[in-house]
């Protein structure tokens, strides 16, 4: 227990995610959903800064947690939604600290993501990554699928397809390569797989590739145009057929640059933060997500400090029915 | 905006008084805003050489500006305020406020956050009432609702009190409050309050499915009723973050630059009598003049219909 015995105000205390207890791999029991930072930005080949991404994503999350602590009722409400956020009741959500890991040791990276997914899902828990670059989603959604025995479904938030070819320039090992790395790992069935949010110039062989072999795209003017709930259930449907585990990867480079900057992509015509956090929400209600992974947030390249606040708001819709009973 | 400067005994009737309040210890998270004031008349000074040489119209509007006018208004310069003296601070901005109006000058504040709302509301409906024997209605535009009681860690003097301490106050009707807006997360116990009492709040919601227009004049129209004059606060975190982020908590959603200027020009129109712009912190985003700028152009346009007018 640590030595206060009154809440201190959100820019005091240590850091953790949502100021959750600071846990180890063998405290998570059925249902605990445990954070886990992975300060890696290794495989990133765009503008640098993503390892600080872990720990600004805990630190903006102070403030919106500060309310809910503070709150006489115990309570949040959206005003315009209408969800109510609770108090968690204690080791619902957990931070596990970050992840050993050294940018000039990839394999060693990927092997530890791996590992750590799989021993917190095996555990019944459910994981949280906070970012790194996007690479990191291949080594991850390898250590869902093992911890569930079985192919999951993968849901990826994001401006890009990352279906380059493993004999592209850059290599096998890259964020541009993250997604095309999980099919051919066969973690998840093509058929299985969704995008959503992707929007301007995509390498062609990408984009045939994915038309190809059945990856579904939802653009991000699709989004716009159909609505963030709709496009949920559509997504939902595809990644959940025939798998009991869906993963949730957020590349928070799929907003719109006016909005969040700190990312390595700049996006012109990105989702607009509402419709993200709309989307988050909507897919929170599926109890087949089974692991979620918020990547790309360079805090450095945002001055306004708002891309780490939205990452850490997308996370805590997406994880509220399990932590706050919304 | 290089206005003049003055003192309470230069201010007549029907003039502008300018004033600043330097105080943001009632802010839970960022603060800074406590340099709001200075960054905006800094900002202002942008529009001074303009005026100084030219008469200038708003296109958008056709509002015929004269630089000729400007003597007009007049900057006091900053309220005092007792950073760690809260008491203190709370009686000196009540009697500042109530004496500035007592000229009969209209008073534009420069925040400070949202907490010096309560007691510059509080001086200007003393005023009000001591010249005319009526009451005042109060708009405040804000993501939150403000109307926490105590907090655990800052206990009474908390931005999120601002509006409930006015309420409590009972200087005003609840009748004639107003909260245009509201979006995101807010306090639950605050939501069922102002269900439970009938507030009338106008979220970012309601905003878009009735319009800005209508819900500025419904709010106006509910503010005054009865009452002698409205006392307007505009609290930054009102925008949405994506285009003005300079404040201590910026939304994800809110009302654009644009929406909020078109909003000044309605409330300005239907005789808003005092108008406190809180919660800008310039310190958020040092390399950006977008939240300072906003904040002097929101001055200018309210100040249009009026002060700066054409006769």
Same mark, same amino acid.
């Given at each position: 227990?640590?030595?206060?015995?009154?809440?201190?105000?959100?820019?005091?205390?240590?850091?953790?995610?949502?100021?959750?207890?600071?846990?180890?791999?063998?405290?998570?029991?059925?249902?605990?959903?445990?954070?886990?930072?992975?300060?890696?930005?290794?495989?990133?080949?765009?503008?640098?800064?993503?390892?600080?991404?872990?720990?600004?994503?805990?630190?903006?999350?102070?403030?919106?947690?500060?309310?809910?602590?503070?709150?006489?009722?115990?309570?949040?409400?959206?005003?315009?939604?209408?969800?109510?956020?609770?108090?968690?009741?204690?080791?619902?959500?957990?931070?596990?600290?970050?992840?050993?890991?050294?940018?000039?040791?990839?394999?060693?990276?990927?092997?530890?993501?791996?590992?750590?997914?799989?021993?917190?899902?095996?555990?019944?828990?459910?994981?949280?990554?906070?970012?790194?670059?996007?690479?990191?989603?291949?080594?991850?959604?390898?250590?869902?699928?093992?911890?569930?025995?079985?192919?999951?479904?993968?849901?990826?938030?994001?401006?890009?397809?990352?279906?380059?070819?493993?004999?592209?320039?850059?290599?096998?090992?890259?964020?541009?390569?993250?997604?095309?790395?999980?099919?051919?790992?066969?973690?998840?069935?093509?058929?299985?797989?969704?995008?959503?949010?992707?929007?301007?110039?995509?390498?062609?062989?990408?984009?045939?590739?994915?038309?190809?072999?059945?990856?579904?795209?939802?653009?991000?003017?699709?989004?716009?145009?159909?609505?963030?709930?709709?496009?949920?259930?559509?997504?939902?449907?595809?990644?959940?057929?025939?798998?009991?585990?869906?993963?949730?990867?957020?590349?928070?480079?799929?907003?719109?640059?006016?909005?969040?900057?700190?990312?390595?992509?700049?996006?012109?015509?990105?989702?607009?933060?509402?419709?993200?956090?709309?989307?988050?929400?909507?897919?929170?209600?599926?109890?087949?997500?089974?692991?979620?992974?918020?990547?790309?947030?360079?805090?450095?390249?945002?001055?306004?400090?708002?891309?780490?606040?939205?990452?850490?708001?997308?996370?805590?819709?997406?994880?509220?029915?399990?932590?706050?009973?919304? | 905006?290089?206005?003049?400067?003055?003192?309470?005994?230069?201010?007549?009737?029907?003039?502008?008084?300018?004033?600043?309040?330097?105080?943001?210890?009632?802010?839970?998270?960022?603060?800074?805003?406590?340099?709001?004031?200075?960054?905006?008349?800094?900002?202002?000074?942008?529009?001074?050489?303009?005026?100084?040489?030219? &008469?200038? *119209?708003?296109?958008?509007? #056709?509002?015929?500006?004269?630089?000729?006018?400007? +003597?007009?208004? !007049? $900057? /006091? %310069?900053?309220?005092?305020?007792?950073?760690?003296?809260?008491?203190?601070?709370?009686?000196?901005?009540?009697?500042?406020?109530?004496?500035?109006?007592?000229?009969?000058?209209?008073?534009?504040?420069?925040?400070?956050?949202?907490?010096?709302?309560?007691?510059?509301?509080?001086?200007?409906? &003393?005023? *009000?009432?001591?010249?005319? #024997?009526?009451?005042?209605?109060?708009?405040?535009? +804000?993501?939150? !609702? $403000? /109307? %926490?009681?105590?907090?655990?860690?800052?206990?009474?003097?908390?931005?999120?009190?601002?509006?409930?301490?006015?309420?409590?106050?009972?200087?005003?009707?609840?009748?004639?409050?107003?909260?245009?807006?509201?979006?995101?997360?807010?306090?639950?116990?605050?939501?069922?309050?102002?269900?439970?009492?009938?507030?009338?709040?106008?979220?970012?919601?309601?905003?878009?499915?009735?319009?800005?227009?209508?819900?500025?004049?419904?709010?106006?129209?509910?503010?005054?009723?009865?009452?002698?004059?409205?006392?307007?606060?505009?609290?930054?975190?009102?925008?949405?973050?994506?285009?003005?982020?300079?404040?201590?908590?910026?939304?994800?959603?809110?009302?654009?630059?644009?929406?909020?200027?078109?909003?000044?020009?309605?409330?300005?129109?239907?005789?808003?009598?005092?108008?406190?712009?809180?919660?800008?912190?310039?310190?958020?985003?040092?390399?950006?003049?977008?939240?300072?700028?906003?904040?002097?152009?929101?001055?200018?346009?309210?100040?249009?219909?009026?002060?700066?007018?054409?006769?």
């Amino acid at each position: 227990m640590p030595y206060q015995r009154d809440l201190l105000p959100s820019f005091a205390g240590i850091n953790s995610f949502a100021r959750a207890p600071r846990a180890a791999f063998d405290d998570i029991r059925q249902g605990t959903v445990a954070v886990l930072g992975i300060p890696h930005d290794g495989a990133s080949t765009s503008r640098q800064g993503v390892r600080q991404g872990p720990r600004s994503i805990r630190e903006a999350s102070a403030d919106f947690i500060y309310d809910l602590q503070a709150s006489e009722s115990g309570a949040l409400v959206d005003v315009i939604s209408g969800r109510v956020l609770n108090t968690p009741r204690p080791s619902a959500l957990v931070d596990l600290g970050d992840l050993q890991s050294s940018p000039l040791d990839l394999q060693g990276a990927m092997d530890a993501c791996t590992d750590a997914f799989s021993r917190i899902s095996k555990s019944g828990g459910f994981p949280v990554a906070l970012g790194g670059d996007r690479f990191i989603t291949f080594p991850l959604v390898g250590g869902l699928a093992e911890g569930v025995g079985q192919n999951v479904g993968l849901i990826r938030i994001s401006g890009q397809l990352s279906l380059a070819d493993p004999d592209s320039p850059h290599g096998p090992d890259w964020t541009g390569a993250s997604l095309r790395r999980i099919l051919d790992a066969d973690h998840v069935q093509a058929r299985n797989a969704v995008c959503i949010g992707v929007q301007g110039y995509i390498p062609y062989r990408e984009w045939d590739y994915a038309r190809d072999h059945g990856v579904t795209v939802i653009t991000a003017d699709a989004l716009k145009d159909h609505g963030p709930e709709a496009s949920a259930r559509r997504a939902l449907e595809l990644a959940g057929d025939g798998c009991d585990a869906i993963y949730v990867s957020l590349d928070i480079g799929v907003v719109d640059s006016g909005y969040a900057s700190g990312t390595a992509d700049i996006v012109v015509g990105g989702v607009v933060p509402r419709d993200l956090l709309n989307l988050m929400r909507a897919l929170s209600a599926s109890s087949r997500i089974a692991a979620l992974d918020v990547v790309e947030v360079a805090p450095g390249l945002d001055v306004r400090g708002r891309s780490e606040r939205l990452a850490a708001q997308a996370i805590i819709e997406l994880i509220a029915p399990r932590v706050f009973g919304a | 905006m290089d206005l003049p400067r003055g003192d309470l005994e230069h201010l007549r009737d029907g003039m502008v008084a300018i004033c600043g309040v330097s105080y943001d210890l009632s802010c839970t998270s960022r603060i800074g805003s406590r340099f709001g004031a200075r960054a905006i008349r800094d900002s202002a000074s942008y529009y001074a050489g303009a005026f100084s040489r030219n &008469d200038l *119209v708003e296109i958008t509007t #056709g509002d015929r500006m004269s630089g000729a006018r400007r +003597s007009q208004i !007049l $900057d /006091l %310069g900053d309220f005092n305020a007792y950073p760690l003296d809260w008491p203190r601070t709370e009686k000196e901005l009540r009697r500042s406020m109530h004496e500035v109006t007592a000229t009969g000058a209209t008073p534009v504040v420069l925040g400070g956050d949202h907490f010096i709302s309560y007691p510059l509301c509080l001086g200007y409906a &003393d005023a *009000v009432r001591e010249r005319s #024997g009526r009451s005042i209605g109060y708009i405040q535009f +804000s993501s939150r !609702l $403000d /109307l %926490g009681t105590s907090d655990p860690v800052w206990g009474d003097v908390w931005r999120g009190a601002t509006a409930r301490r006015i309420l409590d106050s009972s200087a005003l009707s609840p009748k004639n409050m107003v909260w245009v807006g509201v979006n995101g997360y807010v306090r639950r116990e605050e939501w069922d309050y102002a269900r439970d009492n009938n507030l009338a709040v106008f979220t970012l919601a309601d905003i878009r499915q009735q319009g800005l227009q209508p819900v500025i004049e419904e709010a106006m129209s509910t503010a005054g009723d009865g009452c002698e004059s409205v006392y307007v606060s505009i609290d930054f975190d009102v925008m949405d973050g994506g285009i003005v982020a300079a404040t201590a908590d910026p939304c994800f959603d809110g009302l654009t630059n644009v929406e909020l200027l078109k909003a000044v020009d309605i409330l300005r129109r239907k005789k808003a009598g005092a108008l406190d712009l809180v919660g800008m912190n310039p310190t958020v985003n040092m390399v950006s003049a977008t939240g300072p700028r906003l904040g002097a152009w929101i001055i200018i346009r309210f100040l249009a219909g009026d002060a700066l007018a054409y006769p």
